[in-house]
């Protein structure tokens, strides 16, 4: 149940009443309205704007709808006060029978508490990770990777029809150098003393183990051909290694895709060529020479003409290659066929999840989805800015094995993969974000993940504690359904009880903006909430949560501890981290 959408439902009924009265013309849009909770507390519970956003339609003073608006609302179920505030803002206040009431809905949908329809089973495609499968998966994938993945799974609880997929984008020349550094590596593995890394090449220490395996498999068949012999096979053995080396990774992050579709394969069945059927046909494509970039010259740029697709028609700032004078096409050729081919199947809502460098990506592509959907299709593309590694407050820049980077089973290896997945949202994806492997260990209120896990180990005490003083009650989930919530008046009490009722209402906002972050900014407020409540009893014996002497009151506490630990494990199973029991 979301409590904002019950309100929301309150106001539109008072509305739809304000012009059956004539109060409000017919016609007036009723579907531009906020409900959310006002920024001050001391204002109520909830705010809406819906005078404001109807005074134009109706041609009314916002105030003058909104007095009359308010009259309705004032007997709106559990609505204890409506006010007017400033030029026509309606504030909120409910009865406290009405937040009391939020426990039982909470402990009747269990962890599926914040369940959303919004997305009406639609389908989306969520594609995240795709690393060039040339050496391990670093820090800045796994930012990529627990955003995307935290992402789907926030759509799915939202509604939506999730597909994850990673594209492997090996169709380019980096590939090819990937071939000639493991022909080097399997040289080395053979026996032969190899010289310096060249440069060009990859350098790192994990292409040994590619090399040895070509080495087991064929033995010395490829050390003496020519690079026309040998560069297909141990292109394709050293990619499907290494991509079988990032699937692990991933599993160790907790991590699955639905699917992995290959550049490669997709470009040589003709992907490319039918998307530039399909812009041919929409007049988007043309001849020309494009002006000289200022600053640093893109890899698609020339002097001299190129086949240019029209994406400054669909909203880009210039044209953009799609096809070079030799006849080759461009990288952006293979991205928008693959954008195509993903429509095609059945996406009309696609997320891709990149690296900060690909910011120049983004209006070209977006154009190009509007173009080959005719306007159906949508595409956002979601930047991930760089994670900075610290070890004790130093900057940690190398891995031995990896040569200059730190890999991301290092880091899972290091503090688990529940940490890593939290702290990588603790962010927002646009901002550059700081790993210390020290600070994220400790256990202390500054470092979020112990913070939030300390409060699923602390209510889970609570019950231990329980069973001690009341060796012969139930505080099985039946029980605790059963529990007077009238008993829960404390403002510590009351406030806990809010943050739980806000879950429902983050996930369709967070959903709807596609910033999964917002599911660990909640979570930490709300275990803050918590651990006040927990603090206070400290304090104060009264607000104890087990009262060796009235089992009513601790069964109403036991069912807002177990409401709080519901709406805990719900954020945590949409971000994939795993709720302790102990600490």
Same mark, same amino acid.
């Given at each position: 149940?979301?409590?904002?959408?019950?309100?929301?439902?309150?106001?539109?009924?008072?509305?739809?009443?304000?012009?059956?009265?004539?109060?409000?013309?017919?016609?007036?849009?009723?579907?531009?309205?906020?409900?959310?909770?006002?920024?001050?507390?001391?204002?109520?519970?909830?705010?809406?704007?819906?005078?404001?956003?109807?005074?134009?339609?109706?041609?009314?003073?916002?105030?003058?709808?909104?007095?009359?608006?308010?009259?309705?609302?004032?007997?709106?179920?559990?609505?204890?006060?409506?006010?007017?505030?400033?030029?026509?803002?309606?504030?909120?206040?409910?009865?406290?029978?009405?937040?009391?009431?939020?426990?039982?809905?909470?402990?009747?949908?269990?962890?599926?508490?914040?369940?959303?329809?919004?997305?009406?089973?639609?389908?989306?495609?969520?594609?995240?990770?795709?690393?060039?499968?040339?050496?391990?998966?670093?820090?800045?994938?796994?930012?990529?990777?627990?955003?995307?993945?935290?992402?789907?799974?926030?759509?799915? &609880?939202?509604?939506?029809?999730?597909?994850?997929?990673?594209?492997?984008?090996?169709?380019?020349?980096?590939?090819?150098?990937?071939?000639?550094?493991?022909?080097?590596?399997?040289?080395?593995?053979?026996?032969?003393?190899?010289?310096?890394?060249?440069?060009?090449?990859?350098?790192?220490?994990?292409?040994?183990?590619?090399?040895?395996?070509?080495?087991?498999?064929?033995?010395?068949?490829?050390?003496?051909?020519?690079?026309?012999?040998?560069?297909?096979?141990?292109?394709?053995?050293?990619?499907?290694?290494?991509?079988?080396?990032? &699937?692990?990774?991933?599993?160790?992050?907790?991590?699955?895709?639905?699917?992995?579709?290959?550049?490669?394969?997709?470009?040589?069945?003709?992907?490319?060529?039918?998307?530039?059927?399909?812009?041919?046909?929409?007049?988007?494509?043309?001849?020309?020479?494009?002006?000289?970039?200022?600053?640093?010259?893109?890899?698609?740029?020339?002097?001299?003409?190129?086949?240019?697709? &029209?994406?400054?028609?669909?909203?880009?700032?210039?044209?953009?290659?799609?096809?070079?004078?030799?006849?080759?096409?461009?990288?952006?050729?293979?991205?928008?066929?693959?954008?195509?081919?993903?429509?095609?199947?059945?996406?009309?809502?696609?997320?891709?999840?990149?690296?900060?460098?690909?910011?120049?990506?983004?209006?070209?592509?977006?154009?190009?989805? &509007?173009?080959?959907?005719?306007?159906?299709?949508?595409?956002?593309?979601?930047?991930?800015?760089?994670?900075?590694?610290?070890?004790?407050?130093?900057?940690?820049?190398?891995?031995?094995?990896?040569?200059?980077?730190?890999?991301?089973?290092?880091?899972?290896?290091?503090?688990?993969?529940?940490?890593?997945?939290?702290?990588?949202?603790?962010?927002?994806?646009?901002?550059?974000?700081?790993?210390?492997?020290?600070?994220?260990?400790?256990?202390?209120?500054?470092?979020?993940?112990?913070?939030?896990?300390?409060?699923?180990?602390?209510?889970?005490?609570?019950?231990?504690?329980?069973?001690?003083?009341?060796?012969?009650?139930?505080?099985?989930?039946?029980?605790?359904?059963?529990?007077?919530?009238?008993?829960?008046?404390?403002?510590?009490?009351?406030?806990?009880?809010?943050?739980?009722?806000?879950?429902?209402?983050?996930?369709?906002?967070?959903?709807?903006?596609?910033?999964?972050?917002?599911?660990?900014?909640?979570?930490?407020?709300?275990?803050?909430?918590?651990?006040?409540?927990?603090?206070?009893?400290?304090?104060?014996?009264?607000?104890?949560?087990?009262?060796?002497?009235?089992?009513?009151?601790?069964?109403?506490?036991?069912?807002?501890?177990?409401?709080?630990?519901?709406?805990?494990?719900?954020?945590?199973?949409?971000?994939?981290?795993?709720?302790?029991?102990?600490?």
């Amino acid at each position: 149940m979301n409590l904002f959408n019950t309100i929301r439902d309150s106001i539109e009924a008072a509305l739809r009443d304000m012009i059956a009265e004539g109060v409000l013309p017919e016609g007036v849009p009723l579907d531009r309205f906020t409900v959310e909770p006002p920024r001050d507390p001391s204002h109520g519970d909830i705010a809406t704007n819906a005078a404001m956003t109807l005074a134009k339609p109706a041609g009314r003073k916002p105030r003058d709808i909104a007095e009359a608006l308010t009259a309705k609302l004032a007997n709106a179920t559990g609505v204890e006060k409506a006010e007017v505030a400033g030029p026509g803002f309606i504030n909120l206040t409910l009865g406290i029978a009405a937040w009391q009431g939020q426990i039982a809905d909470i402990l009747a949908a269990g962890a599926d508490y914040g369940d959303s329809d919004q997305g009406q089973g639609r389908k989306v495609n969520v594609e995240y990770v795709s690393a060039n499968p040339t050496g391990p998966l670093t820090a800045g994938h796994a930012r990529g990777a627990v955003f995307g993945d935290a992402l789907a799974g926030l759509l799915e &609880k939202a509604g939506w029809d999730v597909t994850r997929e990673y594209y492997i984008n090996d169709a380019g020349n980096q590939v090819d150098i990937l071939a000639r550094s493991t022909h080097l590596r399997y040289r080395e593995a053979l026996g032969e003393t190899i010289p310096e890394i060249p440069a060009g090449y990859y350098p790192g220490e994990y292409l040994k183990d590619v090399g040895q395996a070509l080495a087991d498999r064929d033995g010395p068949k490829w050390r003496d051909l020519d690079e026309s012999a040998w560069l297909v096979p141990i292109r394709a053995f050293a990619t499907e290694f290494l991509m079988s080396e990032v &699937k692990k990774d991933l599993a160790l992050l907790g991590i699955k895709h639905d699917l992995f579709t290959s550049e490669r394969s997709f470009v040589e069945a003709g992907g490319v060529d039918r998307v530039m059927a399909t812009l041919e046909g929409l007049g988007s494509l043309y001849v020309g020479v494009l002006e000289p970039p200022k600053g640093k010259k893109p890899d698609d740029w020339e002097p001299r003409p190129q086949t240019l697709f &029209k994406s400054t028609d669909y909203g880009d700032d210039v044209d953009r290659a799609i096809k070079k004078s030799d006849g080759s096409y461009t990288y952006f050729a293979n991205d928008i066929a693959y954008h195509l081919d993903k429509y095609r199947r059945g996406f009309a809502e696609m997320i891709d999840i990149l690296g900060a460098d690909h910011g120049g990506y983004v209006k070209r592509m977006q154009a190009a989805v &509007k173009a080959i959907t005719e306007g159906e299709g949508t595409l956002d593309v979601k930047l991930c800015q760089i994670v900075k590694m610290y070890d004790q407050g130093r900057e940690v820049r190398m891995s031995k094995r990896a040569g200059t980077f730190i890999t991301l089973r290092e880091i899972i290896e290091t503090v688990g993969k529940d940490v890593v997945r939290f702290i990588m949202l603790t962010r927002r994806n646009d901002q550059t974000l700081d790993f210390d492997f020290q600070a994220v260990q400790e256990k202390s209120r500054d470092n979020p993940v112990f913070y939030v896990q300390y409060a699923s180990a602390r209510g889970h005490s609570v019950f231990r504690q329980a069973s001690e003083a009341f060796p012969d009650a139930d505080f099985g989930l039946d029980a605790l359904k059963g529990a007077d919530a009238a008993l829960l008046s404390d403002e510590s009490e009351l406030a806990l009880v809010k943050h739980l009722a806000g879950w429902p209402r983050l996930v369709e906002s967070a959903a709807h903006a596609h910033e999964p972050h917002r599911v660990a900014f909640y979570l930490q407020d709300m275990v803050a909430a918590f651990h006040a409540l927990w603090n206070r009893g400290k304090d104060e014996p009264a607000l104890r949560m087990v009262q060796g002497e009235d089992l009513p009151l601790t069964l109403a506490r036991l069912a807002l501890v177990q409401a709080m630990l519901f709406v805990l494990q719900s954020g945590l199973d949409v971000i994939g981290v795993e709720p302790v029991k102990e600490m």
